[in-house]
Nanobody, 121 residues
Framework: VQLQAFGGGLVHTGDSLRLSCAASGRMFRNYHMGWFRQAPGKEREFVVA???????RYADSVKGRFTISRDNAKNTVLLQMNSLKPEDTAVYYC????????????????WGQGTQVTVSS
């Protein structure tokens, strides 16, 4: 599976962005998909995941503000980010796995190249 993330940019506090992750390869529907982010000087952290059945799990820091969805027909995962805060500033990565556990970076095998999200105050 090859992944490519799009949609990052520079926004202001309170603005919205939508990130897209396009996947190539067959059997996309069999993978759990996740978004992670990494700020300068910090470790990569879990943001949200959607499993192959459509179930979701969010980091507490983004609950109520971010929404993940997937379109298996288009091999795409979307991350709608609302009410953005400066602390959301990071490089965002999409990832894919068929691991039983899928909430840690180490659970993921396939990674996209990352897209920068910068939220100014």
């Amino acid at each position: 599976v090859q992944l490519q993330a799009f949609g990052g940019g520079l926004v202001h506090t309170g603005d919205s962005l939508r990130l897209s992750c396009a996947a190539s390869g067959r059997m996309f529907r069999n993978y759990h998909m996740g978004w992670f982010r990494q700020a300068p000087g910090k470790e990569r952290e879990f943001v949200v995941a959607i499993n192959r059945s459509g179930g979701t799990r969010y980091a507490d820091s983004v609950k109520g503000r971010f929404t993940i969805s997937r379109d298996n027909a288009k091999n795409t995962v979307l991350l709608q980010m609302n009410s953005l805060k400066p602390e959301d500033t990071a490089v965002y990565y999409c990832a894919a796995t068929n691991s039983v556990v899928y909430y840690r970076p180490s659970d993921y095998v396939y990674w996209g190249q990352g897209t920068q999200v910068t939220v100014s105050s």
